[in-house]
């Protein structure tokens, strides 16, 4: 029988560590206690948060509604000539999957080493680091529909994935709830060493020929040095997402800040990076109040203790009003803001 607990905190179940309550909160652990919890007409009507690891969202008020936490656990692989099927549950810590990979050779996620959060995260943000986003290993996901208490498995094309973005946070939002995931891997690598800082991570250690572990190790490290680790100072790591602006507005920004990093973006734009945006307008190690950005990394915003929901938000606007004045461009959160 489902328990449903009632005035529950909420501040151990989200990375940035704010102090929220939930009305009412259930642990599903296994898929057919949502089809269980889902046959009570009160909780089709309730507003819910679906809460994995917590990772990436922003909690600024109490939850009124059901904070559903996804604690469906597992690992299977399966190899079919030099695919290698993998799937987890969404329970499972994102980074102990990728671990699970890399230790079983099985290449494709070896960029995406030390991502904070949840299997059944990973999907819904399309998340993605050093060259790499979940697309690129994607197979499929197994998911519940809360109007009609169906299953269905979406497929890559299904979940429409764009840069940090997919079908679940768009047309779909808040309409399934994904329960396990599967991923298509390979068991011969094909490393993708395109981001300067793993190149040069990899000399600096003398690592002339990688491995995926070597990879791993090398992102990892790479994170940590610029990103600061929750359980010592509360944050949900990249709070903006790197802007992606038309060549033209490229150009006139360019001529004004010509050594402004860019990359590529998608259909002829130009990503920018956030985080030297921010940076250039002071905000780097800054403290106002509880709240601030990181002393190594301008896109991360930390909770230096006892900082609500809402200053973490005023500080976000603040930050996001400011690279628009000195810019002309507009930033846009990353995480969920759960008000």
Avoid at 122 to 145: M, R, W
Avoid at 180 to 206: C, D, H, M
Avoid at 265 to 289: P, S
């Amino acid at each position: 029988m489902l328990q449903i607990e009632e005035n529950v905190s909420l501040k151990n179940l989200n990375t940035f560590g704010i102090e929220a309550k939930a009305r009412f909160f259930v642990e599903i652990n296994h898929e057919d206690e949502l089809t269980e919890l889902f046959m009570d007409q009160q909780w089709q009507q309730t507003e819910r948060l679906i809460l994995g690891g917590g990772s990436n969202m922003l909690l600024v008020n109490d939850f009124g509604g059901l904070v559903i936490r996804m604690n469906i656990r597992g690992i299977e692989h399966r190899i079919n000539h030099t695919n290698v099927f993998v799937e987890a549950g969404a329970g499972e810590s994102w980074n102990e999957l990728v671990n699970y990979c890399v230790d079983h050779n099985f290449a494709g996620m070896e960029n995406l080493s030390l991502i904070p959060g949840s299997v059944g995260a990973s999907p819904i943000q399309n998340i993605g680091a050093y060259g790499i986003e979940l697309k690129d290993v994607f197979e499929s996901c197994h998911t519940f529909e809360i109007a009609t208490g169906n299953f269905k498995t979406f497929n890559k094309e299904e979940c429409q994935f764009g840069y940090r973005e997919s079908v679940f946070k768009s047309a779909l939002k808040r309409q399934y709830i994904i329960t396990t995931v599967k991923f298509r891997l390979s068991t011969t690598p094909n490393l993708n060493l395109s981001y300067s800082a793993i190149e040069q991570e990899l000399n600096s250690r003398g690592i002339i020929q990688p491995t995926l572990k070597d990879v791993s190790k090398v992102v990892s490290a790479i994170r940590v040095s610029k990103l600061p680790d929750p359980s010592t100072i509360g944050n949900s790591g990249s709070f903006f997402k790197n802007p992606i602006i038309s060549a033209q507005q490229f150009e006139a920004v360019q001529q004004n800040y010509p050594t402004i990093p860019h990359y590529p973006g998608n259909n002829g734009g130009v990503k920018l990076a956030a985080g030297w945006l921010i940076e250039q307008c002071g905000w780097k190690g800054k403290t106002i109040g509880h709240t601030g950005t990181w002393k190594n990394q301008a896109l991360v915003l930390v909770n230096h203790g006892g900082a609500t929901g809402q200053e973490v938000y005023n500080l976000s606007s603040q930050i996001i009003d400011s690279v628009y004045s000195k810019f002309g461009v507009m930033l846009e959160r990353e995480v969920n803001i759960i008000q």
